[in-house]
């Protein structure tokens, strides 16, 4: 890929995905296949709007099948993944529609509270659907209307895996396929905070007093989906995890309040003054947990369940179990701690409130501000 990026006045090469490339390999699986045709190159749209247009390796057929690779570009970005091949088999399939699944070197989740259920190949979502979508597109251009099958494989993906968090999160036997836009940015910590303090000074700068701020994604999706919030999800200012960088500058710039909404398994690690949240500086989230479920009332065998639980979805699940109260006031006590901690960090000039949710269990809690600056922000 030979498109790029200036960061910290450094020309970085992008990347793409292994979503990308499980994608990219299955469209030209599906349309070797279905015409009977060899092709060596593929374009694929992703979801960024990017085009690639990408060399296909090993291509292999059988009776009923076709087999082919993408080699996985990371860019100038760190990725223990960039070189590796992703390997797309399709074949007809007596069932209708299309079905996905993953082969060898791709990691099969076996705990819950993950992208996926258990017993699921670990493809996520994204990529799921630019997978179904390019096979379907093309099954519409050749006119089939019967069942395909594709398997996405990583014959390295084993030895991978073991540089990544998946063993620790329950996904065993390969990497996870992944990727939201499709491309690979490659930038810098110190970057990221520069493009967040650009982004609020640009708000600030036309007039905001009040802003919104959300770590990614799945805030952005969460605030899309919650018509009572009231907000144009386009309006949130990301943080990645650099959320009390993002408070500073927020501060510094002389917002009068900053609504933060978040995934627990972010917030939960301000409970904690962890300000940057990013795995690498830790991981606290199951000790936090336990430890205010403990003072709410969760019996000392559940608590332990809870610490050995791999994400917050699945330990809320444990709490839940118990019945009564117990999750409720954990939580309470949990949003009073982030509470507690933004608040010292915003300073006494600045309001600072949480919304917390969950992808599984939804809305979970607000601060007791939240409510008001959440109006705030409507009325701006």
Known sequence: MEQYIV??????????TTGSCAAAAARAAAWMLLTGRRRERINLITPKGMELDLELREITRSPGAVRCAVEKDAGDDPDVTGGTLVFAEVSCSDRPGISIDGGEGVGR?????????VGEAAINSVPRRMIRENVEEICRLTDYTGGLSVVISVPAGAALAEKTFNPRLGIVGGISILGTTGIVEPMSEQALVDTIR????????????WVLLTPGNYGAEFIRSREGLGLDPERAVMTSNFIGDALDLCRELGFRGALLVGHIGKLVKLAGGMWNTH?????????????HAAAAGLPAGACREVLGCVSCDEALRVMDAE????????????????????RRRAGQDMAAEAIMFSRVWGLLSRTSGAEALLERLRES
């Not at 989740?109 to 259920?117: A, S, Y």
């Not at 650009?198 to 007093?209: N, P, S, V, W």
């Not at 795995?279 to 430890?291: P, T, V």
């Open 279 to 291: 795995s690498k500086y830790g991981d606290c989230r199951m000790e936090i947990l336990a430890a």
């Open 323 to 342: 019945g009564g109260d117990v999750r409720a006031l954990a939580l309470e006590r949990l949003t009073e701690a982030v509470a507690v901690q933004i």
């Open 7 to 16: 960061r910290d006045g450094k020309k970085l090469r992008l990347g793409y």
């Open 109 to 117: 989740v076996t705990r819950p509270g993950l992208d996926q259920g």
């Open 198 to 209: 650009t982004e609020l000074r640009q708000r600030r700068a036309g007039g905001a007093e």
